[in-house]
C-alpha cells in the first residue's frame, strides 16, 4: 500500500527569477522542497516541490526573489506517494 501525504496549500515557483542561493529548502518546515538538477536559462538550480505543502508561506517570506506564490487549499488533498529512492517527502501529519 502506498503512503498517502496531505497537502494543505501550494506553490507557483517561478524558475526563471530564482537565483539558486537555496535559502528557501530548510526554511520549508515540512522539507517538501528540494533543489532540481536541472538549470533555468540563466544556469540556476532551482526548487522543486513534492507533496505535503501545508501553505505555510515561509518560503515566500525567505526567497529574496519573490519565486513564490502560495495558495491555501480550502479542503486537504491527498496524495498517494510511490514508496522507495525517492527523496524523503515530508509533512506526513
Ligand atoms: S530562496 Fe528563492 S532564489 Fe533562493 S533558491 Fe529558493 S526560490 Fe531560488
Ligand atoms: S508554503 Fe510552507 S510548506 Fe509550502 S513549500 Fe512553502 S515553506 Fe514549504
Redesign the pocket.
Known amino acids: 500500500m502506498s503512503p498517502t501525504v496531505v497537502s494543505r496549500g501550494t506553490v507557483t ?1 517561478d524558475v526563471e ?9 530548510p526554511a520549508c518546515p515540512p522539507g517538501v522542497l528540494h ?1 532540481s538538477s536541472e538549470v533555468n536559462r540563466t544556469g ?1 538550480r ?2 522543486r516541490l513534492s507533496p505535503g505543502c501545508t501553505g505555510c508561506q515561509a ?1 515566500h517570506a ?4 519573490y ?2 506564490e502560495v495558495y491555501k487549499y480550502d479542503r486537504p488533498q491527498l496524495t498517494e506517494v510511490s514508496p522507495g529512492p525517492v527523496p524523503a517527502v515530508g509533512g506526513a501529519e
Open positions: 515557483i527569477r530564482c537565483k539558486g542561493c537555496e535559502l528557501c529548502i533543489m540556476y532551482y526548487p518560503c525567505v526567497c529574496p526573489d519565486v513564490f
